[in-house]
């Protein structure tokens, strides 16, 4: 079973635009991961944030974390073609090794 | 891409079949994760392998088995196939066993006819 849901289930915005994916989860957690996938292949790790962190940049994502709503939020800025893909996030629990994945987000960044 | 390695990329099998999947490490990485995606869905954790020992197993059955090699390479063997295995299995490796991030390879797209 997954760990929790991703809104929207499908985002297509134009070139240029600021696509933004929300995540929430049902349990305490260690950290929170972002990957990427394209067309049904292997998964891409994007960014890690810890349960202690608020936010996290890297290059034109930013991750948020809210511990106390129990979501988090991928900001993907001034987005080109190739951010076309499926972004999923995972969680860690509090103790174990495997990640959960929800069940992602499809986004289509029109040119 | 990361240096995570996966065969057979396809697989076609017949329900009832026996199947292998195999995977490669990244160099340095002493733990590997299976997991398995239904078209249209996330990623669901079927166990994981932690210097050759088992570390973890999520909600599968016992015809999923594994084995993890002393080089930290990996298998994962379905017996008496079911039309419901078809996915697209992922391996994952990562350095130690500290929830940190996870090397995913390409996938074995496996078919049950």
């Known amino acids: 079973s997954q760990q929790g849901e991703e809104d929207p289930q499908a985002l297509s915005i134009q070139e240029g635009e600021n696509a933004t994916m929300n995540c929430s989860y049902k349990?305490?957690?260690?950290?929170l991961q972002w990957y990427r996938q394209n067309s049904g292949r292997g998964l891409v790790h994007l960014i890690l944030?810890?349960?202690?962190?608020r936010e996290k940049h890297s290059g034109r994502l930013r991750v948020t974390l809210d511990t106390s709503k129990k979501s988090s939020s991928l900001l993907i800025t001034a987005s080109r073609a190739a951010d076309t893909a499926s972004y999923f996030c995972?969680?860690?629990?509090?103790?174990?090794?495997?990640?959960?994945f929800g069940q992602g987000t499809r986004l289509t960044i029109n040119p | 891409e990361t240096g995570v390695t996966q065969s057979p990329t396809h697989l076609i099998k017949t329900r009832g079949q026996q199947v292998t999947l195999r995977c490669s490490s990244q160099?340095?990485?002493?733990?590997v994760s299976w997991y398995q995606q239904a078209l249209g869905q996330g990623p669901q954790f079927i166990f994981q392998?932690?210097?050759?020992?088992?570390?973890g197993r999520g909600n599968f059955p016992p015809r999923f088995s594994g084995l993890q090699f002393p080089n930290y390479s990996s298998e994962l063997n379905v017996n008496a196939l079911e039309l419901d295995d078809s996915a697209l299995y992922l391996c994952?490796?990562?350095?130690?066993?500290?929830?940190?991030?996870?090397?995913f390879g390409p996938g074995t797209r496996l078919t049950v006819l």
């Open positions: 994952a490796s990562s350095l130690e066993l500290a929830g940190v991030e996870q090397f």
């Open positions: 349990t305490s957690i260690n950290n």
């Open positions: 944030i810890r349960s202690n962190e």
């Open positions: 995972a969680t860690v629990g509090q103790g174990a090794q495997k990640l959960v």
């Open positions: 160099s340095g990485h002493n733990t």
């Open positions: 392998y932690y210097r050759e020992e088992e570390n």
